[in-house]
């Protein structure tokens, strides 16, 4: 159970070009979703909150019109990276909190296998 | 100055040795913590929570030392399947991840 998914698992695109990046909570209704990104050696850092049909939180120095984020569905959100450069090739996870399966935690976060983006 | 901050190792040591690194955060507020493990190129995964009276689970010792802000992780009897970055994780309204401390066990 508490099973997320991501859809690329990874992706390469030319500069200048968007990528989407899906994560679904498979068995479980994900009220919030959480968008991270890791550099290479470095910690995962959280861009933006999301809760289901409200916009999307974004943390300090996340640019909200390049990352555009939809959670439409409790167990659907996206993540858009518009006109994507080189410095935004990194790995993209998303975690998903929520309810509606047996031992399913409200306050744990699951992980998705994340997204590794490169951009040429 | 980072929410959590860790040696990043690596630490090599030998199958069946004990091995124990630690992590400060600097916010005095936080609430929950945690150890994940992460092997290369994959997500976060749970390893276990940390309570402040130290809890136990299996080979792995977590203690947690509010008064000088630091989580340690103990691994008994490593096993080469315990090669992965450990990453500290302290939470008040969000989580806050550290770069990860890198253990390899060799055979």
């Known amino acids: 159970g508490a099973v997320v998914s991501q859809h690329p698992s990874w992706v390469i695109c030319k500069s200048g070009t968007s990528v989407k990046i899906e994560c679904r909570s498979l068995?479980?209704?994900?009220?919030?979703m959480f968008w991270y990104r890791q550099f290479p050696k470095q910690s995962l850092m959280l861009m933006a909150t999301?809760?289901?049909?409200?916009?999307?939180?974004?943390e300090q120095g996340v640019e909200k019109d390049k990352f555009l984020i939809n959670h439409a569905s409790l167990t659907l959100s996206t993540l858009t990276v518009t006109s994507a450069h080189p410095e935004d090739s990194s790995f993209y996870i998303c975690?998903?909190?929520?309810?509606?399966?047996?031992?399913?935690?409200?306050?744990?976060?699951?992980f998705g296998p994340g997204t590794r983006l490169t951009v040429l | 100055r980072k929410e959590v901050e860790q040696d990043p190792g690596p630490f090599n040591v030998p199958e069946g040795a004990t091995v124990a690194f630690n992590c400060t955060y600097s916010?005095?507020?936080?609430?929950?913590f945690f150890w994940y493990r992460q092997d290369c190129r994959k997500e976060p995964k749970l390893l276990m929570s940390?309570?402040?009276s130290g809890n136990e689970d299996g080979r792995f010792t977590a203690q947690l030392n509010r008064a000088s802000q630091y989580i340690s992780l103990l691994i008994r009897d490593s096993k080469l399947s315990d090669s992965a970055t450990y990453l500290c994780?302290?939470?008040?309204?969000?989580?806050?991840f550290g770069a990860g401390t890198t253990v390899t066990v060799r055979a």
């Open positions: 975690s998903a909190r929520g309810e509606g399966l047996a031992g399913v935690s409200g306050t744990t976060q699951y």
């Open positions: 068995d479980f209704q994900a009220t919030t």
């Open positions: 999301s809760n289901e049909g409200s916009k999307a939180t974004y």
């Open positions: 916010n005095s507020a936080s609430q929950s």
């Open positions: 940390v309570y402040s």
């Open positions: 994780v302290v939470s008040l309204y969000k989580l806050s």
